[in-house]
């Protein structure tokens, strides 16, 4: 099991995640939807590609390690979530409440998944 790839991986999508929100943010405020080509589709492709390497690797992890309130599908509606969530975030007119709730589930998932790692480091 490469737990330093997962956990780089999982801090690059943390990483892709706070990016989201600053674009959410940014695009709520000017009330100016992304390019499209410019912006929003570099953005979701990177995030899309991460997230094709990175959840076959979390899912066997969550198999393999079973750690507390992680399941795998929990780990694929993440990967769902934070693709959404990549385009979704040019868009002023997305629903800040829907946006909100899917940032903190990935934040979640994310978070428990370093700490895992931290904690099996440790011991």
Request: neutral net charge.
């Amino acid at each position: 099991m490469d737990e330093v790839q997962l956990k780089k991986w999982t801090e690059q999508l943390l990483h892709y995640c706070h990016e989201a929100s600053s674009n959410f943010h940014n695009s709520r405020e000017t009330g100016v939807e992304g390019d499209f080509f410019g912006e929003v589709k570099p953005f979701a492709d990177k995030v899309k590609q991460l997230c094709e390497k990175w959840e076959p690797l979390a899912v066997q992890w969550t198999i393999a390690c079973a750690p507390k309130n992680l399941f795998p599908q929990q780990i694929k509606h993440t990967a769902e979530n934070i693709q959404m969530v990549s385009i979704r975030s040019f868009y002023p007119d997305s629903s800040l409440k829907r946006f909100k709730s899917h940032i903190q589930s990935i934040e979640y998932v994310l978070h428990r998944i370093m700490e895992e790692i931290n904690e099996n480091k440790s011991r």
